[in-house]
């Protein structure tokens, strides 16, 4: 335990990483059963600082002071436990504020590794056993006309505009509906980055989307007034934290008042939630669809 937490130690020292940046552990241990892994001529410290800055790696192994073995994600699924000091393995982990752990957290576990790759999230999980770390892979992948976002250490989401069919024009409660038929839910942004996303596929839907030449589009987004506050379907964008709101965030809307992302002028805005076209001498706003969460596809290596 004293050499695990003095190599935690020392590598803390080689490089700092931001809050949501992964680290890497130093364990005592030997890869198993493993896959493909190439051998680099390089020191031990310069093999660990490569694994970590690379992003497709999640394992290196210590042959000496001046070669390792380089494993890629996937490629590794388990390591044994050796006694302190024989053999030593560096693990690419999420910890905790990247704070040095008063104990050893992978007896913990289960430890997670996630991070997104080319529209790829992986997500490495690392549980403890008797003889040593099992590492499993789950790689998601969102559906079409869809983007990726992560929420939170582990909560990933695909985000996109799904459109009514006939009528091409409906209120909030088909909205919701057809956000659930795609085993999502009405959502909203929950960052600038998220935002602008919403922003560029609504502004570009209209010459996309819209087979009647509405002037305007726009979509539901995730938010219901009860009076005093607005409720919301998806718990995983903080509310209306980071909506952008025409004119300030309201402080009290009546109930039957839905949010929606107005395409004009890119501002949340709340009307009746059974609007589906209005405002013929502003030339037509069509509530088109709705912007939804839906799950990522799961597979399992």
């Known amino acids: 335990m004293c050499n695990y937490l003095l190599y935690f130690f020392f590598l803390s020292i080689l490089t ?7 680290s890497m552990i130093l364990i005592s241990g030997k890869p198993r059963n493993f896959g493909i ?3 680099f001529d390089i020191s031990w410290e310069k093999c660990i600082l490569k694994c970590l800055a690379e992003v497709m790696c999640a394992v290196v192994y210590k042959i000496s002071n001046v070669q390792c073995q380089y494993f890629l ?3 590794i699924p388990f390591i044994q436990k050796v006694d302190s000091g024989h053999s030593e393995i560096a693990l690419k982990i999420n910890l905790p504020q990247n704070q040095c ?3 050893n957290p992978l007896t913990l576990g289960p430890n997670y590794l996630t991070q997104i790759i080319s529209s790829k999230f992986f997500k490495t999980t690392v549980s403890y056993s008797n003889h040593g770390y099992n590492l499993t892979y789950n ?7 869809t983007k990726m976002f992560q929420r939170g250490e582990t909560t990933v989401v695909c985000i996109g505009l799904f459109f ?5 024009c409906n209120n909030q409660a088909e909205a919701s509906a057809l956000c659930k038929a795609h085993n999502g839910t009405l959502t909203g942004p929950a960052n600038s980055d998220e935002y602008e996303y919403m922003r560029d596929i609504s502004n570009s839907s209209k010459y996309t989307s819209n087979p009647k030449s509405y002037s305007y589009l726009t979509y539901w987004i995730d938010g219901k007034s009860t009076n005093t506050e607005f409720s919301f379907e998806d718990p995983t964008h903080n509310g209306s934290t980071n909506y952008p709101w025409s004119g300030g ?5 009546p109930t039957g008042s839905c949010l929606y992302h107005s395409g004009p002028d890119s501002y949340v805005l709340h009307g009746l939630c059974s609007f589906t076209i209005c405002c013929k001498d502003e ?5 088109r669809g709705a912007l939804c969460q839906v799950p990522p596809i799961d597979y399992l290596y």
């Open 249 to 253: 965030t309201p402080q009290s809307t």
């Open 16 to 22: 700092k990483a931001s809050v949501e940046e992964p």
């Open 283 to 287: 030339g037509y706003i069509c509530w």
């Open 73 to 75: 994600v996937l490629n």
């Open 101 to 103: 752990p008063a104990s």
């Open 139 to 145: 790689l998601f992948l969102c559906p079409k006309n």
């Open 164 to 168: 009514f069919e006939e009528p091409i």
């Open 37 to 39: 892994y190439q051998n």
